[in-house]
């Protein structure tokens, strides 16, 4: 080619330079851990069901959280939430309301009448699960999805157990719990009602079931030893929560008195108040700090007008119901210890919220089995001493939450499906931990926390209507939007504006980015200003 | 509940874009089809901030006169790595002036697609601090002063990096370069008032003047796009971290531009016929010796007996700064 004065050489495009060979570290795109999917007992995939709800695409949130829990709704009103507590944007603002998103997400797929997916191909194996509380119909709903054949024997007139039985309608309204329960029996899980099992195998056996899970639960109220006078009227919690159920409502009179400091004693307490009683008192050896119950709801009973008298031991009951109330003082470990000083409360009855054991009685006869503390021992794969039967829920060594027992319905449902198949299931690798260091806080607006309406005082001291409400959808799709997506890419396209090398590739819409290393000097402003820590840098092999 | 319009939380409006935003409401840089006026292959530094704010600047240039840029370019960095012959890296119509007259050379530009009625066609002039506040400083102050049809963009790195780090009438006080070492009473570059070319610009009263930072692409994408809808002479001053220079990570570039706003060190505002029309606000305000700490530049200021005084004139800058502009959020707004 004739080439203009001076010239020797074509003009050529820098694209010639490779300058990535200039490079020691090279970024690396990778998904961590968010703390609040790290924190959740049920396993749930928070940041993933987020990520769609704050498009709007509330199904595919919904279809994203039932892969590990079938029941939204539900948990969106009874959940403690440690994702909240362990939520990263605390420590920016405020949590991100991820209950509340869950709660609008379940309601959401109630209304819209949402069904699962139907089951792939049966498997042909079949599966008994006993009692049909959370963890029993989460296994069953898990199992199913892996295409068994799931019967549910549950002892009771009805679905739910302490979902029913234990939690009140306040907190969870009744026709939520039995739409969340439709929806696991419509996949085809078998439900047999007052059907009691009195000896496992003898179950097993009698219809061919190639394993078992157990999840009955515990209902047995705790008793201490109080004298009491022979007309007295003390009752135990689960009794009382239990009978609220029925058509015959407990009589507890108009001065109710509650021994414990648990979340049950609460309850008690709250549902006493709502029956009638113009005094609710509940009576606890310790402080406030050192109690058991969630702050949140010692907080809404004392809204409610409950009184609670803390450091007070309940010595002796009088025919009249007079309690013999001895005051407690905390010693320098913390312990309570008494004092000596006693007083008197009247009461028209005593409520003992003292704990609940587990009744053991089904498995009698079954050899291998070890139980301590009143509660079954298992495997790390929650497998019994007995192989084929598993146990989960609060008859195993657990903290006892619905959501806890919904996590071992999943993880139970998983390994009895390897079991049946002859293997083992192994849980995949927990990506590194996105904890708050390795954001860029500075890409995060200032956004504080929504706040569901709640019931105004005076309709939650008479009435069983739901305390708290839910978000409306812009208010539920404007709290997702607060999820800051720790460590997971949610194609902000930082990475890809800032590279002064332009040694990004935008993938487009849903695909992410690509480094082009034949470029990338390995600067790592890319790491630096990913809002959500969802790039690393490594060294280059030499 | 009260109604609670939908907005966008999850990062607001500072970052490059977002799945979620309405794509007017991206930037350029989040645009797959983005000109990437200065394309890969470059021979800057890990992590210049001059390239980066130049493709920033030039590919907002781009769509907003739709592609029809002509760019004169003054001796300096941002022409040395683009262009070592035969290669280049800018994917626009551009020529390499001398160090000291791009903005003559853009103004004769102009003058000659005016003579040749091409009216569509627009001329940025681009160079670093070393010829625009010292070098270029005369044929610039004649382009403003003719009102000359021009963008002329500033990437201010505060020293003359391309030949090895010398000091330039942009080099803030205090700061270690090759000619102003860290030794003597007053280690470092000398206390006064440098040049501010923004200022000196404003003086002109021309159409329009203009700070920014690589730290915040939507405020330089909306300057560069207001500039380029208006004619006559026009100036944009972007603050653009050297690593090299600075003696700073090369991950911290963004970071540096950020702290450099949110101390008050380098006030970000515009101005329309000599007079402040807008300020960018503090968001976070922050002691200066976080910015200055992450550079070796100034790194003779701390160590076993900190040059507090020092520390506290530099500090009186920033203060007089955000006095001068008004760069905090007024109490209770």
């Known amino acids: ?542 | 509940m009260p109604f609670q319009p939908v907005k966008f939380y999850q990062t607001g409006t500072f970052t490059v874009g977002n799945r979620l935003l309405a794509p007017e409401e991206r930037t350029v840089q989040a645009n797959m089809q983005r000109t990437n006026g200065l394309n890969s292959g470059h021979r800057a530094c890990q992590g210049c901030g001059e390239a980066l704010g130049a493709r920033y600047a030039i590919d907002a240039a781009m769509r907003a006169c739709n592609n029809q840029l002509v760019a004169a370019n003054a001796t300096g960095c941002l022409e040395v790595f683009s262009t070592p012959y035969p290669e280049t890296s800018w994917q626009i119509p551009w020529i390499h002036s001398l160090f000291g007259n791009t903005a003559a050379v853009a103004t004769g530009i102009a003058a000659a697609l005016k003579v040749k009625g091409r009216r569509e066609v627009r001329v940025v002039a681009q160079g670093g601090d070393g010829g625009t506040t010292d070098i270029g400083f005369g044929c610039l102050s004649g382009m403003f002063e003719r009102n000359d049809d021009v963008l002329y963009i500033c990437y201010d790195n505060e020293a003359y990096m391309n030949t090895g780090v010398q000091r330039s009438s942009a080099t803030p006080p205090a700061a270690r370069t090759a000619t102003t070492m860290p030794v003597g009473v007053e280690p470092g570059n000398v206390f006064g008032q440098g040049k501010n070319v923004p200022q000196i610009a404003m003086a002109h009263n021309i159409p329009y003047v203009a700070t920014a930072t690589v730290a915040d692409l939507h405020d330089l994408e909306y300057k560069v796009t207001k500039a380029m809808g208006m004619h006559g002479a026009r100036y944009i001053h972007i603050f653009v971290p050297c690593p090299l220079g600075w003696g700073a990570a090369s991950n911290d570039t963004i970071k540096l531009a950020r702290l450099a706003r949110e101390t008050g060190l380098f006030a970000v505002y515009e101005a329309e016929h000599g007079e402040v029309t807008s300020v960018s606000k503090i968001r976070k305000r922050v002691p200066v010796e976080e910015y200055l700490k992450l550079q070796k530049r100034f790194v003779h200021l701390f160590g076993k007996t900190p040059a507090t005084e020092t520390i506290a004139r530099i500090q009186a800058m920033a203060d007089r700064n955000i006095r001068k502009f008004g760069l905090l959020e007024e109490e209770g707004v």
Request: hydrophobic share 40%; proline share 6%; with cysteine.
């Open chain 1, 1 to 542: 080619m004739e080439k203009p004065f001076a010239i020797t050489l074509d003009v050529g495009s820098s694209l010639a330079n490779h300058t990535g060979s200039w490079r020691t570290k090279r970024p690396l795109y990778v998904d961590r851990l968010p703390p609040c999917n790290n924190a959740c007992p049920a396993g749930e995939n928070i940041q993933g069901w987020l990520f769609h709800a704050e498009a709007g695409n509330y199904e595919a949130a919904w279809r994203v959280l039932v892969q590990d829990n079938p029941m939204p709704a539900v948990m969106g009103r009874v959940c403690y939430h440690p994702c909240e507590s362990s939520c990263n944007r605390g420590q920016f603002d405020e949590a991100v309301g991820i209950n509340s998103v869950e709660r609008f997400l379940g309601d959401e797929a109630i209304k819209q009448g949402w069904k699962f997916d139907a089951p792939p191909k049966a498997s042909g194996k079949k599966v008994l699960i006993v009692g049909a509380g959370p963890s029993g119909l989460s296994a069953a709903y898990h199992l199913a999805r892996l295409g068994h054949q799931v019967t549910i024997f549950e002892a009771g007139p009805f679905a739910g157990g302490m979902m029913r039985f234990g939690i009140p309608k306040y907190r969870l309204p009744r026709e939520v719990l039995e739409a969340e329960i439709k929806r696991i029996l419509d996949m085809g899980v078998v439900l047999k009602l007052n059907s009691r099992v009195d000896n496992i195998l003898d179950s097993m056996k009698s219809a061919g079931f190639d394993a078992a899970f157990l999840a009955v639960g515990a209902h047995i109220g705790k008793r201490t030893f109080i004298p009491a006078g022979s007309a007295a009227k003390v009752l135990d919690a689960v009794g009382v929560l239990h009978s609220m159920e029925g058509e015959e409502k407990p009589m507890l009179g108009r001065r109710v008195v509650v021994y414990g400091g648990g979340n049950t004693a609460i309850d008690v307490a709250r549902t006493a108040k709502r029956l009638g009683a113009t005094e609710a008192i509940i009576v606890y050896r310790r402080t406030r700090e050192k109690m058991p119950a969630h702050d949140f709801e010692v907080e809404e009973a004392l809204q409610e007008g409950i009184l609670i008298k803390w450091l007070s031991t309940i010595k002796q009951v009088s025919d009249a119901g007079a309690l013999t109330i001895e005051k407690m003082a905390l010693d320098d470990k913390g312990f309570p210890q008494p004092t000596g000083e006693f007083e008197t409360l009247e009461s028209d009855s005593l409520v003992l919220a003292l704990g609940q054991d587990v009744d053991l009685s089904l498995l009698n006869g079954v050899p291998g089995l070890e139980i301590k503390d009143g509660v079954v021992q298992v495997s790390p794969a929650l497998m019994t001493g007995y192989p084929g039967i598993f146990a989960g829920g609060d008859m195993v060594p657990s903290e006892r939450t619905v959501t806890v027992a919904v996590g071992h319905g999943k993880k139970a449902a998983r390994n009895i499906d390897a079991w049946l198949l002859g293997s083992s299931y192994e849980a995949a690798p927990k990506h590194e931990l996105a904890n708050y260091e390795k954001l860029n806080p500075w890409y995060y607006n200032d956004a504080p926390k929504t706040m569901r309406p709640m019931l105004e005082t005076l309709r939650r001291q008479s009435t069983f209507d739901e305390v708290q409400g839910g978000l409306d959808e812009s208010s539920a799709q404007f709290e997702a939007r607060r999820c800051m997506s720790c460590g997971n890419c949610f194609e902000c396209d930082n990475c890809y504006g800032v590279c002064p090398d332009n040694a990004v590739i935008k993938l487009g819409p849903g695909k992410r980015f690509e480094f082009n290393l034949d470029y990338c000097k390995g600067c790592g402003i890319c790491v630096s200003e990913c809002p959500c820590g969802a790039i690393k840098m490594v060294p280059e092999e030499v």
